[in-house]
Every structure is written in C-alpha cells, then in structure tokens.
C-alpha cells in the first residue's frame, strides 16, 4: 500500500476511483462533505437526511454524483461529534478502505485525516490512517490449493488531502504507519500459516529475510548445540519433546553511531511456540489448531523489527526469539521433572502445559548480556489473562512504575491499549516448591499474575516489562486470524523512545 497527500481546495474537481467524505451522526456534514454537497446541488445532505446515520465506520457510496468528477463519493460515518476521538477517526479510515477494497478499486482519496481531533495531531491521525487502511486490506491466501486472485485487493494507493501547513506532519505520520502496517501484515501472515509450514526453523529463516533486505538488521539463528552450549537447560526441556529442530533468533537493528544510547539497547522477547499441544498435560482438541498462534510474540518481535528498520529509527533494539514445539512424546517433559535454567535457577515441572514462561525464562537471563535500557517480553501466555480482560486490552506487568507508564501511553496512542496488572510479593508464594527453587505453575488463582511473577526471577537485572498478548493477538470464531497486535504499541513505544 502506497500513501501519500495532496493539497487542494477544489475537492470536487479530484479525479479518483473514490473520495471519503466524513458525516457525523447527527446529520452534521464534514467541511469536506460540505464542499461536495454544494457542488453536487445538496445531493449529499438529502442522502445523509433520507438514509445514512453516521455512525462511526459505516460507509454509503455514492455514484456519479453530478459536479463532482470522483467516479464515487464514499460517505463515511464518523458518530457523534461531540464523542469524536482518534478511535472513530481510525474507525472510519478503516471503514472507507473496506468499501474500497470491497469495490475493487486501486486507488482512492480520504479526506477524514484533516478532521480536527482535541488533542490528536496530524502526525498521530495520518499514522493511523495508515495503519487503519493497511488492516483493512490485509489478505491471506497463502496455503490455499489455487487462491482466488480476484479476491486478492485491488487498492494499492490512498491520498489523503490534508491542508498545506499539515503536509509535512501527515507525510511523517503515513510514512511511520504505512511501516507499522506493512509490520502488522508480517505478523499476522506468520500467525496465520500452519504449524507445519511455520515452524521454528521457518522464523529462523524469515529473521535472515529480513537482515537481506535492511541493512541495519544482523541476524544470528542459534541450533540446538550452541543452546545447549548457554546452558538453557528450561528452553531446551519444552523442544526436547518435537522432532522439529529448536531456533533461538538473535536481531540486532543497530542506530547510526552518532547516535547511538549510552544506556543500552531496548530488549524485546517473543515467545515462539510455533505449535503447543500442551506437552504430556495435553490440551483439549476443540479449539487445539488455534495453537498455531502460540508464535504470536514472537510474530510481534519479527514485525516489530520490519517496521523499525523501514523507517531506519535511531535507537538499538535487540530481539530474542525462542522457538520450539511443544508436544507429547517419550522424550517430553513430565509433570514432576525438574529443569535448571540457564540463570541456574531450578524448576519444578508442574504443568507442561506452563511451557511459554519455561522458553521466556532463557531468553530474558540471555538478555542481561547487551546491558539494556529496557526489556520487553511479549508472549500468548495464559488463558487466565482472556478470563480476566478479554479481547480488548494486552494484560501489562511490571515492577517499574516509570516503564510501564510508557508503554500504557503508548498503547493509547497506537489504539493498541493495554491494562497494568499487580505483581505484588505475596503472589510469588503461589509459586513454592518442596522440590526445586520454583515451580512453573502457581495454581489457577491469578494464573497471569504468577506466570509475570514467575517471569519476574529471571528479570532482575534490568527494568522489565511483561505483555500477555493471548486476548489480542488473534479472534477465534468466523473471524479467526492473527490481529497484529501489540506491533502498534510497541512501535509507538520505541518512536517515543527514539
């Protein structure tokens, strides 16, 4: 998808496939809208007052509007105007993208970025745009017999006409979330492609894919013997289980060295469990081929790092991906056994369905090498964060007010929310064993709560953050596929940082 803006004031002489213009729920016309109405005869208004209502995201498209030379006029609902916000605005950018993607056209016109919103820039609403627009558009045929390439979108351009003194911060803005976009879209197609295809392996090689085409991007894929090599006695446990050959992904996306932090690089974490059938404590078969997406943060990781090195940001990020499978077999862990990690902590295998915080627990003490500003593991971890915030908001948790602060912000900022949960000591206790330093299970009792507290032992060398991602990063039902998410709060979170 291409992004650009143009200046004009003679909207209704813009030749294009579509034009978006916005109409508030109350019948109130956009000043764009406006504009096209008056040159159309009050076409407009007497479709908005005979049909449409406005409400946020819905779209009605009108055609051959008399005096307006855009082939269609696309109404676009932006609610109420009182309650208009960046949500709506993304809603509605969204929402025309869909329509022009559902009428197969290639390119098309918005006009909703020059919308003011209170306390939202034009950077901040071209940048969502953007992202709203690429989500819209995202289509996957990948393992499809012969994939239906009418079906595939046409829409490969969207202008966004913006007044003159806005043209620099909406250029910033489209070009930052066109590279979130194109992020996302990697993320989501290695969410969607099945366990067989991506496998850790595969990660490994998509890693090298991206260090190829960026050239800030290093990349070092580890096997099994030099894992063994670091001691990632926890790591290696869930792999032993699989025939599929671990991959531990080192990326490195390094700034210019006039500008490099002299308080170390950002440390992201993904946890790449590219199929979990839960291990010995085998998980139910209803909804078991959605463990594919066990990989999402390490997607998110990979995504992440696409987007950056797009847009070449001057800080040094580092990501760490462990990558396994974690299935039954006479070589799988058993409920019982007990690992030593690699920071030389033992743990009591309770559950070996608890397998992401075995993987995570390696790579966060591997973490401690590059001296980091910050850590930030990312993973699908419990159920127990869906039961307590459901699909809406990334559970968040951290011992560092100040971290977490930013990546709250972030969240906000991005449309990508998450939502601090506690980490108080007396949670830790859930986690005693008679038998090892720790257990890896701390009860059904706030299961996300002891599985960050969990993580939190092998994270004390640096400010730490946890994002369980297993309510957003992908829908279930009629709607299954990978979301995408935390991508935007993360790169919202490192532009802040840059």
């Not at 995408?484 to 532009?495: K, N, S």
């Amino acid at each position: 998808m291409e992004f650009s803006t143009q200046t004009t004031a003679s909207l209704h002489q813009i030749k294009t496939a579509a034009l978006a213009v916005g109409v508030y729920a109350d019948g109130e016309l956009s000043p764009a809208a406006d504009v096209i109405d008056r040159a159309s005869n009050n076409a407009v208004r007497n479709v908005v007052k005979a049909e449409f209502r406005g409400r946020a995201g819905t779209t009605l498209v009108l055609r051959a509007l008399p005096g307006v030379s855009a082939q269609r006029v696309v109404l676009v609902g932006l609610g109420k105007q009182n309650e208009y916000n960046a949500r709506a605005h993304a809603a509605a950018e969204q929402g025309f993208a869909a329509a022009c993607v559902a009428a197969r056209v290639a390119e098309a016109v918005s006009t909703l970025a020059a919308n003011p919103i209170a306390d939202t820039a034009m950077r901040a609403r071209a940048r969502s745009a953007a992202i709203a627009a690429g989500t819209a558009s995202y289509h996957y045929d990948a393992t499809f017999g012969k994939p239906d390439r009418e079906a595939r979108p046409k829409l490969k351009k969207i202008t966004q006409v913006v007044e003159r003194g806005d043209t620099a911060q909406a250029q910033q803005g489209l070009r930052e979330g066109g590279a979130i976009a194109r992020g996302m879209e990697l993320t989501r197609t290695l969410g969607n492609l099945p366990g067989n295809v991506c496998t850790p392996t595969y990660l490994g090689d998509t890693a090298k894919k991206l260090a190829r085409e960026f050239k800030s991007l290093k990349v070092e894929v580890l096997d099994r013997k030099q894992v063994e090599a670091l001691g990632m006695g926890s790591f290696l446990s869930v792999a032993r289980g699989s025939d599929e050959p671990l991959r531990f992904i080192v990326l490195r996306h390094a700034a210019k060295p006039a500008k490099k932090s002299k308080s170390g690089p950002v440390v992201l974490v993904g946890k790449g469990i590219t199929f979990d059938a839960g291990g010995i404590s085998l998980k139910p078969a209803a909804t078991m081929d959605e463990m594919k997406y066990d990989m999402c943060g390490a997607a998110s990781v990979l995504g992440t790092f696409r987007a950056l090195a797009e847009l070449e940001l001057p800080l040094d990020v580092v990501g760490l991906i462990a990558a396994c499978e974690n299935l039954p077999s006479g070589k799988a862990n058993k409920p019982g056994d007990i690992v030593t990690s690699m920071s030389g902590q033992t743990i009591e295998i309770l559950n070996t369905d608890a397998e992401g915080r075995l993987v995570l627990c390696d790579a966060l003490t591997y973490a401690e090498r590059f001296k980091p500003s910050a850590v930030v593991d990312i993973a699908t971890l419990t159920g127990a964060c869906v039961v307590a915030l459901g699909h809406v908001n990334t559970g968040l948790f951290s011992q560092d007010d100040t971290l977490a602060d930013a990546l709250l912000a972030a969240g906000r900022q991005a449309l990508d929310t998450a939502w601090r949960m506690p980490m108080d000591d007396a949670y830790q206790d859930q986690l005693k064993s008679n038998f090892a330093d720790m257990a890896n299970i701390g009860g059904p009792p706030a299961g996300s709560v002891t599985a960050a507290c969990f993580l939190s032992r092998f994270a004390k060398a640096y400010r730490w953050a946890h994002l369980d991602i297993a309510g957003t990063a992908w829908r279930s039902g009629k709607d299954k596929g990978a979301t995408g998410r935390p991508v935007p709060l993360l790169m919202q979170f490192l532009l802040d940082q840059a």
